[in-house]
């Protein structure tokens, strides 16, 4: 789904529930580039155009409105230590994009400059949700309804160089930073509404603070990079062929000043389309394709899987003697790794040249398999047990190129295996020890077979992914 910068970072940030702090550097600002107030002009008169642009879209450049801008559905699923979340979004509106304030604009021809700094005195968010999930690993979140997302105070900033080659001009520096003050959330029947539903609210906006400091450096190096590759390509283009267009407009302006309006345009709508749904489509397709392809025939490598030998040592009193004894589970197998499935809609960022995609997975069916036995004193009872999987949570990331070709498997994480419910047989007069064996396998399914599945599935599948190149566009 292609969105402009401002778009793509505040509904991470909103997804996440952040509270963004840091700005650019000014140490990033050359000591030598003294400003050029005529070039200063003419780009916030190019800037302001936009702004209005803005308001009706342009269809030239396949820019959609941008304010209000109208997103259809968003999935958006959060597994990390201070929260799990399932989040569901409708007919989602951003407001105000357009009400943004030029606060400081460095432009010089002679060091192929540019430096700005935006401001927004405020973003809104409205939409239809519905989630569900846990904070702290303890409260339960729960709800659906309309919800209103407020963030105010946002600043961005932007640095961008020219440089030259032997033959060519090109983007040798661009630097991009998002903050923003404050972030209000509400959502209508949130935990079935009341006192509570307000307290907990206002707790919701910081609950994602750490995990966006550590995705934001990522975020923006995959955002500066796509876009320099983007402004490059254009400034190596013969301009006939770039912007036709614009030939008109520019033909009583310099050339350099030619350059920075198509560096300024290629900054604000490189990343923009209309087509949310075929992408959308086209991503989610891909995903049970790739699934149904690398999972066909993979029996005895990922399905079943083998699993570590299991022991633990306990003490038990019986008949007031302490006894030693060891509890031991061998010839372990999980079965149905292969019957994972697409849950829920495909997280798509287009970066312009390269697409991010992002997918929550569920397994159909999955059980576990050992074999067993209780020792005490070096006797005892041999076992079985079976374990049925009754939940999980894997995700899965997947980089391609926009236009189609070889896609790169990034990761596959099994978070966790859940609702595992266990049976144990040939215990006998030893009932007593069902819980412990019980807990010795609970512990190994839930996160090391989770663990070691996911490597092995992983290597599996980047194996598998170079088989099944992104489709094309059919537009």
């Given at each position: 789904?292609k969105?402009n ?6 509904l991470l940030?909103?997804?996440?529930k ?5 700005i650019?550097?000014?140490?990033l ?10 070039l200063?002009?003419y780009?916030?008169?190019?800037i302001?155009?936009?702004r209005?642009?803005m ?8 820019m959609?409105?941008l304010?209000p ?6 999935d ?10 399932n ?10 994009l357009?009400?943004f ?5 460095n432009?010089?021809l002679?060091a192929f400059?540019l430096?700005?700094n935006l ?9 239809q ?6 904070l702290?690993k ?9 919800f ?7 600043r ?13 001009m090109?983007?040798s520096l661009l630097k991009?930073d998002l903050v923003?003050?404050?972030l ?5 029947n ?16 910081n609950v994602?603070?750490d995990?966006?400091?550590v ?6 190096e ?10 490059n ?7 006939k ?11 009583k302006?310099?050339?350099?000043k ?14 923009f389309s209309?087509?949310?749904?075929e ?6 397709d ?6 149904e ?5 993979s ?24 006894v ?7 010839d372990?197998q999980?079965f ?12 798509c960022?287009d ?10 997975l569920t397994f159909?069916?999955?059980?576990a ?6 020792l005490?004193n070096?006797?005892?009872p ?24 070889k ?8 978070n966790k295996?859940?609702?595992i ?12 020890a069902a819980?412990?064996i019980s807990?010795?396998a609970?512990n190994a ?7 070691t599945?996911s ?14 190149p992104?489709?094309?566009?059919t537009?």
């Amino acid at each position: 789904m292609k969105m402009n910068i401002v778009l793509v970072l505040t509904l991470l940030a909103i997804a996440c529930k952040v509270n963004a702090i840091g700005i650019l550097s000014s140490e990033l600002v050359p000591r030598n580039v003294e400003p050029d107030p005529d070039l200063e002009k003419y780009l916030r008169e190019a800037i302001e155009n936009f702004r209005e642009q803005m308001k009706v879209g342009i269809p030239a450049i396949k820019m959609p409105v941008l304010d209000p801008l109208q997103l259809k559905n968003l999935d958006i699923n959060i597994y990390e230590n201070l929260a799990t979340m399932n989040l569901n979004i409708k007919t989602l509106t951003v407001r105000n994009l357009s009400n943004f304030n030029i606060t400081y604009l460095n432009p010089n021809l002679e060091a192929f400059f540019l430096a700005i700094n935006l401001t927004l005195p405020e973003i809104n968010v409205h939409g239809q949700y519905k989630v569900d999930g846990k904070l702290l690993k303890i409260l339960p979140i729960y709800g659906q309804g309309y919800f209103d997302i407020n963030a105010t105070d946002i600043r961005i900033a932007g640095v961008g160089k020219l440089g030259f080659t032997a033959d060519a001009m090109e983007m040798s520096l661009l630097k991009l930073d998002l903050v923003w003050n404050h972030l209000s959330v509400f959502m209508d029947n949130f935990l079935g509404g009341g006192n509570f539903s307000n307290v907990l609210q206002r707790v919701i906006p910081n609950v994602g603070r750490d995990i966006f400091s550590v995705y934001k450096p990522l975020i923006l190096e995959k955002i500066e990079g796509s876009l320099t590759k983007k402004i490059n390509d254009k400034l190596n283009k013969k301009k006939k062929l770039i912007f036709s267009s614009f030939l008109e407009l520019l033909s009583k302006i310099s050339e350099m000043k030619a350059f920075i309006l198509v560096t300024v345009t290629c900054l604000f709508s490189a990343v923009f389309s209309s087509a949310v749904d075929e992408l959308q489509q086209r991503a989610n397709d891909y995903i049970d394709d790739f699934i149904e392809k690398a999972t066909n025939g993979s029996g005895g490598f990922i399905d079943p899987l083998p699993l570590d030998e299991l022991k633990k040592s306990f003490e038990r009193e019986i008949a007031f003697v302490k006894v030693k004894g060891e509890a031991k589970l061998y010839d372990g197998q999980i079965f149905g790794l292969s019957s994972m499935r697409r849950k829920g809609n495909v997280t798509c960022i287009d970066l312009d040249d390269m697409l991010i995609m992002s997918t929550q997975l569920t397994f159909k069916k999955l059980h576990a398999t050992y074999k067993g036995a209780l020792l005490l004193n070096d006797a005892g009872p041999s076992i079985s047990m079976n374990a049925k999987v009754g939940g999980s949570k894997v995700s899965m990331f997947i980089a391609a190129p926009a236009e189609g070709g070889k896609a790169e498997l990034m990761s596959f994480t099994i978070n966790k295996l859940q609702d595992i419910r266990i049976s144990i047989f040939g215990l006998g007069p030893w009932g007593w020890a069902a819980s412990f064996i019980s807990t010795l396998a609970l512990n190994a399914l839930e996160k090391p077979v989770a663990k070691t599945a996911s490597i092995k599935i992983m290597d599996h599948f980047k194996k598998e992914i170079e088989k099944v190149p992104f489709p094309k566009s059919t537009e």
